[in-house]
């Protein structure tokens, strides 16, 4: 547990494999273990069933032929079935390679033909359909093993999760939990773990090695920083394909937290309400859609919740200003509580101890909302190439705007660009067959090239400021980041999405994706038929609205970052239309070739600098 001088006495993290950490937690923790709802109730595996079936996977891996070093895939959602093919590989020494569920046929095919895998399980009829289309392209697969029960019988190359358990059953029936144990033990931390393929904003995906000791180290380092005991419980539904929710699973199944498989991302909301966890990671969006939801009431309530959110945030900012409230404050304070923000505890299962945040920069607005409310987000900052975690806030150290101070054993310095570079035993062995773009991300002296832009400030706290890549150079040559910007359009309960868009061009514009819900309500109180979204984003009075919310939103901007011109788009950015990658980041890309005639619109008559 981290302790309030841990910054001023940083311990040093050994050398160990994630096999140690496992079996430190199986060795250490009883009852429940993790929980998954199967269409009706939901049930939990026990640490004992849970280290049994771990055994009984590892052999089975072993039974069809792999050996330590070889690669096996995992396509799948999270559920009880894909964390238990991560650890059997783990424990087997095969390294798995984890395959995002949303991705194409052909993306996959890319995958499994790059890693080599020998074996890839598959979730659902679904995914398994995408194996059969590219099976001919994968010439070193060999198995595919299917969690669901399908219809229809399957082909040769293809066994049901029950029959995959079968054969580990068969495999291991002479083998001691001890010689397990042994067996498994012979992991060495600088072997390759998983290999993990980048979703990428950009180009192909590139498989990022990273070995028992990045993970290993950077599971005990963000332990120092982030509290957890056995009691607590968690909700997991982001992707386990995505290197955030799969070390934060490691690191909570560790302290023998309880980890419960949301049913999905679209039950988020009822599974937060009947699991009730204390702790919960997850990507920005879901907090942007939490408080757009808040902030969309109307007539009293809305008024309500306005001037509760204007207290709350008075209450902040005395707070970060190190002065204490006065009796009316408090008092004002105590009334906002009981009549807005208790209720927002209660949606979330009423016994959250606090978010961890990742993947993106969560608005400072948004998350000082959430504080004032009661809810502490602890915001973080990594990259799958770090495993991920480098710099994380933490309950003793917390500074909204930033995303903390390193965890132990990791090193934080500024380039003279202002590009973040990082090092220590959590940073990448490289990618994978790709020795030049390695070289072109760690130098010499083992720093990371992060592509993210920063700074530090005097208490050693790391700010990001944006994507390299993704600086605006305007026709004056004046710098600027995109994304603060578009995360003050985004705190607009009318904005569910934005795209600042500007590199080279005398003013800066936007395309905006309302958020759909909050419009719809918006429109049925003025009366206004909604038909469609693309008529509707037509409507006058919808464009005076967003004319509003965007010039509201400029007031808080420097002259040269203000919004001068803007289009509505009648669809959500989402990761099966290509806008979006797994884990929720923009592919600009992508939405400029999309999207190019509305820009070439907002720009028609302008001479480019």
């Known amino acids: 547990m981290g302790t309030l001088d841990y910054y001023a006495n940083p311990r040093q993290i050994p050398e160990g494999t994630l096999v140690d950490v496992f079996l430190e937690a199986f060795d250490q923790h009883r009852g ?20 049994q079936q771990i055994k009984v996977v590892a052999g089975a891996l072993r039974a069809l032929g792999l050996s330590r070093g070889d690669t096996a895939a995992i396509l799948s959602e999270n559920r009880p079935e894909w964390a238990l093919s991560d650890y059997g590989c783990l424990f087997a020494g095969v390294v798995d390679v984890p395959i995002y569920s949303t991705l194409t046929a052909e993306q996959i095919a890319y995958v499994l033909g790059d890693s080599q895998s020998r074996l890839v399980f598959l979730s659902s009829q679904e995914q398994f359909d995408k194996i059969v289309e590219i099976w001919d392209e994968c010439p070193d697969l060999q198995w595919a093993v299917v969690f669901d029960a399908l219809e229809a019988d ?48 950009t180009g192909q995906p590139k498989g990022v090695m990273l070995t028992h000791n990045n993970l290993a180290s950077n599971v005990r380092a963000s332990l120092l920083a982030i509290p957890v005991t056995p009691a607590d419980v968690t909700l997991s539904f982001l992707p386990l394909s995505h290197v955030l929710q799969r ?139 770090t495993s991920p975690v480098t710099n994380v806030n933490t309950p003793y150290w917390f500074r909204i705007g930033t995303v903390g101070k390193p965890v132990a054993n990791t090193e934080i310095q ?104 909050a419009l719809t309500a ?14 509707l984003i037509e409507a006058e009075t919808v464009r005076e609205l967003f004319a509003a919310e965007v010039t509201a939103a400029n007031r808080d901007l420097a002259r040269y970052e203000q919004i001068r011109a803007w289009q509505l788009l009648p669809v959500e950015f989402t990761i099966e239309t290509g806008e979006l990658t797994p884990t929720q980041k923009i592919k600009r890309r992508v939405v400029l070739s999309k999207y190019g005639h509305l820009v070439d619109a907002m720009y028609a008559g302008e001479t480019q600098g």
């Open 32 to 51: 429940e273990a993790f929980r998954y709802h199967d269409g009706e109730r939901w049930n939990q595996i026990t640490w004992a069933e849970g280290f």
């Open 154 to 201: 399957l082909p040769a190359w293809a066994i049901s999760w029950g029959d995959f358990f079968d054969r580990g059953r068969a495999f291991v029936s002479d083998l001691s939990d001890e010689g397990f144990r042994h067996e498994a033990s012979q992991a060495a931390p600088d072997d390759v773990a998983t290999l993990l393929y980048t979703s990428g904003t």
């Open 247 to 385: 070390m934060v699973d490691y690191l909570l199944l560790h302290r023998g937290c309880t980890i419960a498989y949301a049913r999905s991302l679209q039950t988020v909301p009822e599974d937060l309400k009947a699991v009730r966890p204390t702790i919960v990671v997850s990507v920005p969006r879901l907090y942007e859609k939490i408080y757009n939801r808040v902030m969309e009431a109307r007539g009293i309530k809305g008024a309500l919740v306005q001037w509760a959110r204007e207290v709350g945030q008075a209450k902040v900012l005395e707070e970060e200003a190190g002065r204490t409230l006065g009796l009316l404050s408090r008092t004002a304070y105590a009334v906002a509580d009981r009549l807005v923000f208790r209720k927002l505890r209660e949606t979330l299962g009423g016994r959250l101890r606090f978010f961890v945040s990742g993947g993106a920069p969560l608005s400072p607005d948004i998350n000082r909302f959430f504080y004032s409310a009661g809810v502490t987000i602890l915001e973080g900052y990594g990259l799958t190439e």
């Open 414 to 517: 500024i380039a003279e660009d202002g590009e973040i570079l990082a090092r220590g035993p959590q940073i990448m062995r490289g990618y994978f067959n790709m020795p030049e773009e390695t070289a072109e991300v760690i130098d010499s002296d083992n720093w990371f090239y992060t592509g993210d832009i920063g700074e530090l400030d005097d208490d050693g706290y790391l700010r990001i400021t944006d994507r390299k890549k993704e600086i605006i150079v305007n026709a004056y040559g004046k710098n600027v980041a995109p994304a603060p910007i578009e995360n003050t359009l985004k705190s607009s309960v009318f904005i569910g999405q934005a795209v600042v868009i500007g590199d080279r061009r005398k003013f800066l514009s936007a395309l905006l994706v309302p958020d759909f819900d």
């Open 522 to 535: 918006w429109a049925e109180r003025q009366g206004l038929r909604v038909e469609s979204m693309e008529s």
